[in-house]
């Protein structure tokens, strides 16, 4: 399956900024795409993940009640809504699919197989 990412940017510290991966290649009704990030110097962080059969969500702890994600079957899309950005989640932003994962799965990314390209994220104070 292949992953296309976009929509980072730079924004101020309280902004908001839309990123989306499109996925192709392959049905994705068994899927699961995510969102990873990494921060230079730092290790690599779970964000969000969404199961794309029944909808199941998972945020990440630093990121829940202020980021959503969403998905668009028809489109095989999946969307990243980052609200209330702080400096710190100045990151490269990836997206990732993995397929027939469990709950209990979705942040790990030993999970996934499949990973975008990734798009700067940059938020100044």
């Known amino acids: 399956v292949q992953l296309q990412a976009s929509g980072g940017g730079l924004v101020q510290a309280g902004g908001s900024l839309r990123l989306s991966c499109a996925a192709s290649?392959?049905?994705?009704?068994?899927?699961?795409l995510a969102w990873f990030r990494q921060a230079a110097g730092m290790e690599r962080e779970f964000v969000a993940a969404?199961?794309?059969?029944?909808?199941?969500?998972a945020y990440g702890d630093s990121v829940k009640g202020r980021f959503i994600i969403s998905r668009d079957r028809a489109k095989n899309t999946a969307y990243l809504q980052l609200n209330s950005l702080k400096p710190e989640d100045t990151a490269v932003y990836s997206c990732?699919?993995?397929?027939?994962?469990?709950?209990?799965?979705?942040?790990?990314?030993?999970?996934?197989?499949?990973w975008g390209q990734g798009t700067q994220v940059t938020v100044s104070s």
């Open positions: 969404i199961r794309w059969r029944d909808g199941n969500i």
């Open positions: 990732a699919a993995g397929f027939r994962l469990i709950v209990s799965s979705m942040r790990n990314h030993r999970q996934y197989d499949n």
């Open positions: 290649g392959r049905t994705f009704s068994d899927g699961t």
